[in-house]
């Protein structure tokens, strides 16, 4: 970092960074407290709760998400398009569309490979994309150049920790899935206020977690019914069930404490914002649309073994339970949400 003072008493703050990587901007914002390098903690709001991240942590998110692959014995949701379809199709349905209406210029947080972002910039969104994985940037670069995408879409490595956003960029940012794995989430929260423009709107779908609970019951019952892993196989993984248990306060307890017994083995910050994430979007922007699904089911429906003639309509059958569960009132474990920037007089109320 460089200061220099004008003749008239202005104060420049320089990025020497800038000269050699363009992912730093050249003029950070005040207030700057630290420039610690490849982090980008040099422009942190002081009143922004922020926590510090073993940059080890961040390494193993990174690897884990460079490498991730479905595993036919653990199979997700999101691994099968017709079970994707059934418990996801008419919420990602909405979130593609509302993006595109609230367009042109689009930012996706966490953008993975590129699936949603391509998409977008398919129906004439000008699209910048954000992701940890600088394996997931490359495969997400490669498609949209292949695709001859190249100069409406742009794929970016970041940590969403400590990204610096543009001010008032962007007239839609989105969040597919991915917030939940953000430690300073306030931070993030508050650098997407800076960088939607006027009218701008968020748009999140994400996880908030199913509670200890529930969890409990779900672990319960994977064990003792047939599933794609074998008895033997989930018998070992009974050590990781206070991992799976674990809240949000003990993950980010143990993060503070550099520990790993709480956390997710691959994935450090799995869930580590689940419970926090609704509560912030509610304090920080207008929130016009909120919604929660799934309260249970979902998570049992991919992973139990059927013969194949009764997959999926076991699967309707569990969508229909959790809809039931959702009309009686018990909270989803994923929800919607669509977002405007608080005006002065929402802020001053």
Known sequence: MRTVHSGRGSVFVLCELSATDPNFPRYPRLPVHICSGYTRTQTQNPHTPHHSIDASFIL???RYWDHVHPDPRTPQLWHDPQLFELFFGAEYRWLVERAVLCGPDVLELGCGEGTLALELTRRGCTVTGIDLSPDRIRRATLKAQTEGLG????????DLNTVVLEPNRYSCILAHDSLHHVLNLDHLLNQVRIALGRDGRLLVMDYSGMGRVRKLAAAFLYAILPTYKPYRD???LRGRLARFLATESEKREAIERGETATLHSESPFEEIS????PRLLHEMFDVTRFSTMLPFWFYLAPKLRFPQRLKYRMAELFRSMDDAMSH?????????????NLTRASTAA
Not at 151 to 158: E, L, N
Not at 274 to 277: D, E, P
Not at 328 to 340: K, N, P
């Open 274 to 277: 689940q419970s926090s994430l």
């Open 151 to 158: 100069q409406r879409v742009t794929f970016q490595t970041a």
């Open 60 to 62: 193993r998110e990174a």
């Open 328 to 340: 009686l009132g018990i909270r989803g474990a994923w929800f919607t949400v669509e977002a405007r």
């Open 234 to 236: 989930k018998w070992m």
